[in-house]
């Protein structure tokens, strides 16, 4: 079912134009930092927004297959619950970081030049 998302859209398109590419080694937006990190990296704002959408559909596609596992009966309870829990969370926090993007975005727009 989300397989079909194939891309994540605008922010692929950003990462390509500017020639950004992901790490193994870069930290994700909603776990924890890599310990093996020396310095920390400066990130593009699109490389950020990229690395989030691809977390949050990592985290429901992961939820997604916990739960076809739970009706299966190859997975118990509280494993589909925790994987459906995360996948609500990444979501949740995107949207709230996407009403902030359109409501800045705005802001920019009414100013006066």
Do not use: C, H, W
């Not at 994540?8 to 080694?25: D, H, I, Q, Y």
Request: aromatic share 4%; hydrophobic share 45%.
């Amino acid at each position: 079912m989300i397989d079909a998302i194939n891309s994540v859209g605008a922010f692929s398109v950003m990462k390509e134009a500017e020639g950004t590419r992901l790490t193994s080694s870069s930290s994700s937006v909603f776990g924890a930092p890599a310990a093996t990190q020396a310095a920390p990296q400066s990130q593009s704002f699109a490389s950020v927004l990229g690395d989030m959408a691809t977390d949050a559909i990592g985290a429901m596609k992961k939820a997604e297959g916990a739960s076809l596992d739970g009706i299966r009966g190859q997975a118990n309870t509280r494993e589909v619950v925790d994987a459906v829990m995360n996948a609500e969370q990444s979501l949740q926090t995107a949207i709230a970081i996407r009403d902030k993007v359109v409501t800045a975005y705005l802001e920019i727009a009414r100013m006066q030049i």
